[in-house]
């Protein structure tokens, strides 16, 4: 079974830098896995935000911005705001097998 | 723009087949792959499968396989999921999701729809 890893959670303050990252449990995350970042609120449907390791989809600031650290995907909140306080997930595409993973998400606390 | 608008809640019983629709609005419905994913009470996303609407070919996750049906309808620009022999664990909000063509990830996703399976 493929396990995408995420932080449980982060806490990060009112104008400061936070970087989530998404690894394999057995491997290396790199651009062919095509790595894409959601957040989400409670009680709302996921937001696009991070889609082919770092393109930022349409509408979404750019204090939010994805790359490859090491061995895992990364997304990384510059100067981050009382709203980015969410849930934060990365999808690995896995081939034509497996086809998609979701990680197991990231809370994001801003305090 | 584009919208995906899903179908209403719903309860069922352990045992039977919940379908949920999924229209699509503000592109050619044929030229995007569509995504389902759901997410357990206070838990993660969960990817199901994948459908592309032109032919109808699909791809479900292993865990779904035998028990879940996308389909199309190219007249209406509607997809749909059906899941079958319901239990307990099955309850949660099911999303229709877009797929960003050769980006390889989803770029719009519908609002949701709560399946609720209850005796």
């Given at each position: 079974q493929t396990v995408v890893t995420q932080e449980p959670s982060f806490s990060v303050s009112p104008g400061g830098t936070v970087t989530l990252t998404c690894g394999l449990r057995s491997g290396s995350v790199s651009s062919s896995y095509y790595p894409s970042w959601y957040q989400q609120t409670p009680g709302q449907a996921p937001r696009t935000l991070?889609?082919?390791?770092?393109t930022r989809s349409?509408?979404?600031?750019?204090?939010f911005s994805g790359s490859i650290l090491g061995n895992k995907a990364a997304l990384t909140i510059t100067?981050?705001?009382?709203?980015?306080e969410s849930d934060y997930y990365c999808v690995l595409y896995?081939?034509?097998?497996?086809h998609y993973v979701f990680g197991t998400g990231t809370k994001v606390t801003v305090l | 723009q584009v919208q995906l608008v899903q179908s209403g809640a719903e309860v069922k019983k352990p045992g039977a087949s919940v379908k949920v629709s999924c229209e699509a609005f503000g592109?050619?419905?044929?030229s995007n792959y569509m995504h389902w994913v759901r997410q357990a009470p206070g838990q993660g996303l969960e990817w199901m499968g994948i459908i592309n609407?032109?032919?109808?070919s699909t791809s479900y996750a292993q865990k779904f396989q035998g028990r879940v049906t996308m389909t199309s309808d190219t007249s209406t620009s509607i997809v749909y999921m059906e899941l079958s022999?319901?239990?307990?664990?099955?309850t949660a909000v099911y999303y229709c999701a877009r797929s960003g063509g050769g980006s390889m990830s989803i770029d719009y996703w519908g609002q949701g729809t709560l399946v609720t399976v209850s005796s």
């Open positions: 991070i889609y082919s390791t770092n349409s509408g979404v600031p750019d204090r100067g981050a705001q009382a709203d980015d896995m081939g034509s097998g497996i | 592109y050619t419905f044929t609407p032109s032919g109808g022999s319901l239990r307990f664990e099955d």
